[in-house]
Every structure is written in structure tokens, then in C-alpha cells.
């Protein structure tokens, strides 16, 4: 409390891409493990990417150290958009002490999170494009060839006019609504009890990273089917009405990779989903939370 909410934009959205620059190498591997064998059983398919480290490398040998950072641009501007509009949202429901009532903390991080989802959508679309491509040996998913973050944009709403940049959106919605709100709850939860019990010092920069250690493991768990289907729908190729050739939307998306590649399917990925967001969800949160202190 106590920072206006249009201080919070600034800060949420510098914080957001502070920690981006750091785990964008982390968000390009886990894009190539979720589309890996897309819509096939397990161990009928190549699996060029095997585990995270192992896949960093390919990565590497495919497209050189900068294959790391694929999309990084695109990535920069989802997160300044989407954590700016998070945290800005949030700070509003602090303010009208919205926060304080059971269950405030979820329905706050909730809501803010699926605006800033809806906002940052054709950022995300687009970063997910530029992060699946590769050479045709290394390629898992559908290739889009997009030449820059620009020509993606222009390309997209030429083919499919301004509804095209906002296709996934509905799987990117429940994706960040559950993360935020996981997030924000977990993050301020955690953070109050190891201060209550006296293991670290209130407002010390160690209950800061405790509190965002916790909410990393807390956002994994059950954000990882979300992340999952939403690469799914932002990747898939598309009719040239729009209309996606391989998921009708995000139930369809859900039953498609539950029957044809196992519940587990829903999971792929998910080492590479907790190395990114948790070193992201402490990053993001530690800075957001120093940035207001100062």
C-alpha cells in the first residue's frame, strides 16, 4: 500500500521486464518442450528436446547463444503491458481496501491478472511464434517464419485483421488469472508468516525472496496445464478465416491433448515451467516490491 496505482503501472511493468531479460532463455525451452509432440501418443515421436538442460543445448546448436533469447522484444513488451496493467489493477483493489475481505488477496490477483491477459495478448502471441521457430530438423510445432517481432505483428493483421491478434486469448486468460492470483496470494501469505514467526526481518530483501520462493512453486503446480494449452491455441496454424485447424478453443484444446497424449500432457514442460517462473515470480515480485519501498 501507499503507492498510487499509476506509480504501481511503472514499476509493475519495469519489474516485469527486468525479470523477463533474466528467464527469457528458460521461456524459449519450455515453448519448444510444450509443443514437442503435439497431439501424439507418448514415445511415437522425436524428441529433439530432452529435459531442460539438454534442450537449452539444442537450442543452442540449432540457432546459436541468441536462440536463448527468440522473441526477447516480443516478451519485453507482453510483460511490460501485462504486468503493468496487473499491478495497476491490483493497487486499485488495494486501495478501495478490496484486499482486506476473505478471499480478496485470489479475486483481486484474479481479475487484475486476466486484464493485463487480455491487453498483452498480441504480445504473447507473437512472442510465442518467434520462440517455436527453428531449422526444419529441430522444429516441434507449427512454423510461422515470421522475419521480426515487426513483420509478425503486420503479417498477422493483414491475414486476419485485429480479431487475429488477439487469437488464444482465451486460453490466455484462465492461464494468467490463475497464475496471478496464485501469485499475488501466496506471495503476501508467504511473505507475512516468515515474518510472523520471526525468520526474517519485515520488509527485509530475505522475506521478500522466501515469500517469492514459495509462490514460484505455488504458480507451477497450477499453472502449468494453462501454459501449456495457451502455447497451444497461439501456436496452431489457422485457416485463412481464423479459425484454428488443430483446437475449436480451450475445452476442445484440453480434450484433444488429454486423450491423444495423456493427462501427463497437460504437464509437459513443467521443470522448465518452475525454473522460469520461479526464478521469474521472485524476481518480478522482489523487484516490484523494492521499487515501491524506494
Known sequence: GGVPPATDLVLGATAGCLACFLTNPLEV????LQLQGELQPPGTYPRPYRGVLRAAVAVCRADGLRGLQ???????????????????????AEDAGWTGYPGGTVAAGAVAGAVGAIVGSPAYLVKTHLQAQTLSAMAVGHQHNHESISGAFKSIYQQHGVAGLWR????????VGVGSAVQLATFASAKDWVCERQWFRKGSWA???????????AVAVTMTPFDVISTRLYNQPVDADGTGKLYRGFLDCILQI???EGLLGLYKGIG???????????????????????
Request: with cysteine.
Open 29 to 32: 525451452v519450455k515453448t519448444r
Open 258 to 260: 488429454s486423450s491423444k
Open 168 to 175: 488464444g486469448v482465451t486460453g490466455a486468460v484462465p492461464r
Open 272 to 294: 522448465a515451467v518452475y525454473l522460469r517462473l520461479g526464478p521469474h515470480t521472485v524476481l518480478s515480485l522482489f523487484f516490484w516490491d523494492k521499487l515501491r519501498n524506494m
Open 207 to 217: 522475506a521478500v525472496l522466501a515469500g517469492g520462493m514459495v509462490s514460484g512453486v
Open 70 to 92: 527468440k522473441g526477447l522484444a516480443a516478451g519485453l513488451l507482453y510483460q511490460g503491458l501485462m504486468n503493468g496493467v496487473r499491478f495497476y489493477c491490483y493497487s486499485h
